[in-house]
């Protein structure tokens, strides 16, 4: 089971880690589409690099081997962002598929923090 369990993890947070570094880097550079899509929500121009550059920094905090804490800030900030992003979709009143990604990169984010291995999760000393 365990095996499978790993499978699983690496399957749902490479899936994360593309969608979720891809996105950041078009953030990052702030790519017309990208741009126009945020000034729909209300987001001023600096914060959509910032936010490109919090999830490619959070992705690789997330790959990398050790820094078990970073980790959970990683996948915390990932939640935050995507969950954010749903609600800032139906605030602004621009309730479409666009909801769709983030809502499930959402259950990414959690589905590859619940299914991290041993290794990668801070241990509680009793």
Not at 1 to 19: G, P, R
Not at 24 to 34: H, L, R
């Amino acid at each position: 089971m365990e095996k499978k369990k790993l499978v699983w993890y690496w399957i749902i947070t490479a899936i994360l880690s593309f969608c979720i570094f891809s996105g950041g880097v078009a953030q990052a550079v702030q790519v017309k589409g990208v741009v126009e899509g945020f000034k729909l929500l209300g987001y001023p121009t600096y914060f959509i690099s910032l936010i490109g550059v919090w999830k490619v920094l959070g992705i690789i905090a997330i790959l990398i081997p050790k820094f078990k804490l970073l980790k959970e800030w990683a996948y915390a900030g990932i939640f935050f962002t995507m969950t954010g992003a749903v609600i800032s979709h139906i605030a602004s009143g621009n309730v479409s598929v666009q909801i769709i990604a983030p809502a499930l990169l959402a259950v990414f984010t959690v589905l590859s923090w619940y299914l991290r291995p041993a290794d990668r999760k801070i241990s509680s000393v009793n």
